[in-house]
């Protein structure tokens, strides 16, 4: 069963807009949640992360939102630049130190 | 410092044969995961060791898979007999204080 979904298995966004890719989270103990970024050929490299206490952290162009109540989170790029296209990973443990779940990943593209 | 360093980049086997996947973690970092990335399953977590120890061990799939760290700079994944449903990609991580960072991965092929 997974713990961590990313429900959109691709997202395309035309340059300069927002791109939104979301994630939802199944266990109420996770408490840190990051999000990851993978070229082709490349390993999975952080992008932001964001802890149970806060509901929002901003980091240039990127932004996590939290939604605890919800079990979910998201992560805004605006504005979004074709070096962005990449497959996003969703990722969720229990403190700063655990063991990361990952999702499925989302594949964004865009468009120039 | 180089990165977790993984090789090789890919391998293709024939089904029943043995299959070897090694990594270099980062220099003092205390953890070392191993996941496997297939399109239906995302990322696995398949096994993880903290100071050359192996913690949890329950994402290995079945007792073909097994994965040492005989020393706190390198550790093996190993797979007998392997099968084409092991065909994916291989990625290790280190990490110290929750910071992951991946190796570059091995695609598998089991053909």
């Known amino acids: 069963d997974q713990q961590v979904k990313q429900n959109s298995p691709s997202l395309s966004v035309q340059e300069g807009r927002i791109s939104i890719l979301n994630c939802d989270y199944t266990?109420?103990?996770?408490?840190?949640f990051l999000w990851y970024k993978k070229y082709p050929a490349e390993g999975p490299t952080f992008l932001i992360s964001i802890s149970s206490i806060k509901d929002k952290n901003e980091d240039g162009r990127f932004t996590v939102f939290l939604n605890k109540s919800a079990k979910h989170l998201s992560l805004h790029i605006v504005p979004s630049q074709p070096g962005d296209s990449a497959v996003y990973f969703c990722a969720a443990s229990r403190g700063s130190q655990g063991n990361l779940i990952f999702g499925k990943g989302t594949k964004l593209s865009v468009k120039p | 410092d180089a990165g977790v360093i993984q090789s090789p980049r890919h391998e293709v086997t024939e089904m029943g044969q043995e299959v070897t996947l090694r990594c270099k973690p980062i220099?003092?970092?205390?953890?070392l995961f191993w996941y496997r990335q297939t399109m239906m399953r995302g990322l696995e977590l398949l096994i993880y060791?903290?100071?050359?120890?192996?913690?949890?061990d329950s994402g290995m799939p079945e007792d073909r898979f097994s994965a040492k760290m005989p020393n706190a700079s390198f550790s093996t994944l190993k797979i007998q007999p392997s099968e084409p449903r092991d065909s994916a990609v291989y990625f290790c991580?280190?990490?110290?204080?929750?910071?992951?960072?991946f190796g570059s991965g091995t695609r598998l092929t089991v053909v």
């Open positions: 220099s003092g970092h205390d953890y």
């Open positions: 991580a280190s990490s110290s204080r929750g910071g992951y960072t």
């Open positions: 060791f903290n100071n050359n120890v192996p913690i949890d």
């Open positions: 266990n109420s103990m996770f408490d840190y």
